[in-house]
Nanobody
């Protein structure tokens, strides 16, 4: 089963930027859509951005205009560029493969990467 390893999280001030990476153990980007999820303490995991096999992207309203999802098929890696970060973006971020362009996920979860937005 394909494995995902997320990285790039950290502590950043409001208004700052981070770039997350998700490395897949297999080349699946021409088979499945991919998504970035996040889970804040006490909250359910939510899908924030997705990219289809054709490269179409979708975003949760709260991150539109601030986050950009992209991928590098040669590196089996999906990225999430996060700009103008807000404290409410604080969460553990995960990636996973999707059944459709906007979920649900159906792969195994990685360990995630912590993003903390605080002054």
């Amino acid at each position: 089963q394909v494995q995902f390893v997320e990285s790039g999280g950290g502590l950043v001030q409001p208004g700052g930027s981070l770039r997350l990476s998700c490395a897949a153990s297999e080349n699946i980007f021409n088979i499945y859509a991919m998504g970035w999820y996040r889970q804040a303490p006490g909250e359910q995991r939510e899908l924030v951005a997705s990219i289809t096999m054709s490269g179409s992207t979708m975003y949760r309203d709260s991150v539109k205009g601030r986050f950009t999802i992209s991928r590098d098929n040669a590196l089996n890696t999906v990225y999430l560029q996060m700009n103008i970060l807000k404290p409410e973006d604080t969460a553990v971020y995960y990636c996973n493969k999707l059944r459709t362009a906007w979920g649900p996920s159906f792969g195994s979860w990685g360990q995630g990467t912590q993003v903390t937005v605080s002054s």
